[in-house]
């Protein structure tokens, strides 16, 4: 069975920075290309960074680019998130998720997600 965990959440000041890290288990983790999403208190889970399988391709929409950056390391089975000038805006619970395929945009095209870990902006 396949399980995705993440860590590196907490509480940051406006202007600065954190790391997320997701790990996945149960499978073959080179096979799923990966996506971050976030869900602020009484908002929808948003797409906030995607990935490809081998590392080729990243997606970000425009609220974070510039600042997000996605990796991945295969060889650890672990994704990583690179948030940089963090904004009170960008306080959320943020999920990792792997995809098999489909549309990396869209929450249904991830079969596997993580429990979310809680980042906290403060201005």
């Known amino acids: 069975q396949v399980q995705v965990a993440e860590s590196g959440g907490g509480l940051v000041q406006a202007g600065g920075s954190l790391r997320l890290s997701c790990v996945v288990s149960g499978d073959t983790f080179s096979v799923y290309r990966m996506g971050w999403f976030r869900q602020a208190p009484g908002k929808e889970r948003e797409f906030v960074a995607a990935?490809?399988?081998?590392?080729?391709?990243?997606y970000v929409p425009s609220s974070v680019k510039g600042r997000f950056t996605v990796s991945r390391d295969n060889a650890k089975n672990t994704l990583y998130l690179q948030m940089n000038s963090l904004k009170a805006e960008d306080t959320a619970d943020y999920y990792c998720a792997a995809s098999r395929g489909g549309n990396l945009y869209f929450i249904a095209s991830y079969e596997y997600w993580g429990q979310g870990t809680q980042v906290t902006v403060s201005s």
């Open positions: 990935i490809s399988w081998n590392v080729g391709s990243t």
